[in-house]
């Protein structure tokens, strides 16, 4: 299994290192990185790690800034993503992580770094042992902040 991982140097995060450590825990997985300046330059970046360069799935990683601009290309930056899993017939998980979702510095740090590592492993189920994942459906998960879990009857 082929796992890449895209990601921009506009993120103030190394997420793509962190990515790439998570993935390391797992012995069966080659791994492919590909860094671009921003988001919207990452659905090409994934096509050709899947194209060209024999990835399985890509995590995509990117933050958008917290302006109304960033806002609006995040938006633009996600369809694209969407476009190029269609076009590929592969996953590519979307880890976005917003400039303002954090409270400062420190909390988005250490957001980004939780939110890649929980995707990663999320990539690696969803190639490698689907039945995990689906041994979760409906339990609340969230990638990053605390799980929400499933809403009682
Ligand atoms: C407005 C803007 N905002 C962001 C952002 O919040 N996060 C990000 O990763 N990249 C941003 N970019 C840059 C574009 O994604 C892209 O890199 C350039 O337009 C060059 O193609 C732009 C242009």
Partial sequence: MKVGVADTTFARV????IAVDELKRHASVAIERSTVP???DLPVACKILIEE???DIVIALGMPGGQEKDKLCAHEASQGLMLAQ???????I???VHEDEARDERELAWLAERRTREHAVNAVNLVLRPDVLT???GTGQ???FEDVGPARQ
Wanted: with cysteine; charged share 20%; net charge positive.
């Fill in 86 to 92: 269609l076009m590929t017939n592969h996953h590519i």
């Fill in 94 to 96: 979307e880890v976005f």
């Fill in 14 to 17: 190394n997420m793509g290192a």
């Fill in 135 to 137: 041994r979760m459906a």
């Fill in 142 to 144: 969230r990638q990053g």
């Fill in 38 to 40: 921003g988001f919207k």
């Fill in 53 to 55: 360069r024999g990835c």
